[in-house]
């Protein structure tokens, strides 16, 4: 029978020195990936933090933006209203023609229109070789009891003309 013969194993001879070195080495390894779990959870809550911040200022935005757009929609409507206001009533009243009377004059049985014996005094003028553009101011004078009428044209110009 042969003998076998097995090497002998190294033995490894540590001392304590080196065994708390080899510990805090796998400890710190070990460690590590808590270390950086905690500054992720670390960071992560931060991050949530500042996301509510963010989340608080952009409803604040959202709400000033709504209310200012609502103040602008009420300030756009009110001038509307004010502007259809006007326009309405501008539209409803009409231009007021200067009222004209008609003025009568009326002597034994006879009658006749003072506007029809101011245009007969206009024509009379114009007849005379006047221009009717030249006209600034007419004074008619009634005569009844002559049948008649008196004017002056621009304080310069007298004539007659019949009333009836």
Do not use: C, W
């Not at 009409?94 to 003072?114: D, R, S, T």
């Not at 005379?128 to 030249?134: C, I």
């Amino acid at each position: 029978m042969e003998k076998k013969t097995t090497a002998a194993k190294p033995v490894v001879k540590t001392t304590a020195k080196e065994a708390s070195k080899d510990t805090v080495k796998e400890a710190a390894v070990k460690s590590a990936p808590a270390k950086e779990s905690v500054k992720e959870t670390a960071a992560e809550t931060k991050a949530a933090a500042v996301a509510k911040e963010v989340e608080k200022k952009v409803a604040e935005t959202k709400e000033t933006v709504k209310d200012t757009a609502k103040k602008a929609t009420e300030k756009v409507e009110a001038a509307t209203k004010t502007v259809v206001k006007k326009a309405v009533a501008k539209k409803a009243a009409p231009k007021k023609e200067e009222l004209k009377p008609e003025v009568f004059i009326q002597f034994q049985g006879q009658e006749a229109v003072v506007a029809d014996v101011i245009e007969k005094a206009k024509k009379q003028f114009e007849a005379e070789g006047h221009r009717a553009s030249s006209i600034k101011s007419i004074q008619v004078y009634l005569k009844p009891e002559e049948y008649a009428a008196y004017y002056v044209i621009n304080q310069k110009h007298a004539g007659r003309v019949d009333l009836f």
